[in-house]
C-alpha cells in the first residue's frame, strides 16, 4: 500500500479517487507521519470480505472436523455429513 498525507488528499481528492480505482488497491492516509486510515475503491473492499468469507467458513469446517474426529459432536451429524465436509474442504 502506498502511503499519502491526508492533507495531500484534501487538496485533490477526486485525483485519489482516480487512483484508487485505476490501481484497485487501497492507500494510506498518514496524520503527522502515522498511518491513519486506509482508503480503498468498493470492487477491492467486496473482493477482500470475500476472502474473509471464505477463509472463516474453511476454518468453521476444519473445526467440526476436528469435533468430529475427537467425538464431540450430536448424533444428528452422521457419517455422511462428515464426508461431505471433508470432500467440501478438498474442494
Known amino acids: 500500500m502506498t502511503n499519502y498525507s491526508l492533507t ?19 492507500i494510506v492516509l498518514t496524520v503527522n507521519g502515522k498511518a491513519e486510515i486506509v482508503i480503498q475503491d468498493t470492487i477491492a473492499y467486496q473482493k477482500l470480505l470475500e476472502r474473509l468469507d471464505y477463509a472463516e467458513s474453511v476454518a468453521a469446517i476444519r473445526q467440526g472436523i476436528t469435533e468430529f474426529e475427537q467425538g464431540n459432536f450430536s448424533y444428528q451429524l452422521s457419517v455422511i455429513s462428515y464426508q461431505y465436509l471433508c470432500l467440501k474442504l478438498e474442494a
Request: aromatic share 16%; no cysteine; glycine share 0%.
Open 8 to 26: 495531500d488528499f484534501e487538496h485533490n481528492p477526486k485525483y485519489f479517487v482516480q487512483q484508487i480505482k485505476e490501481i484497485q488497491k487501497p
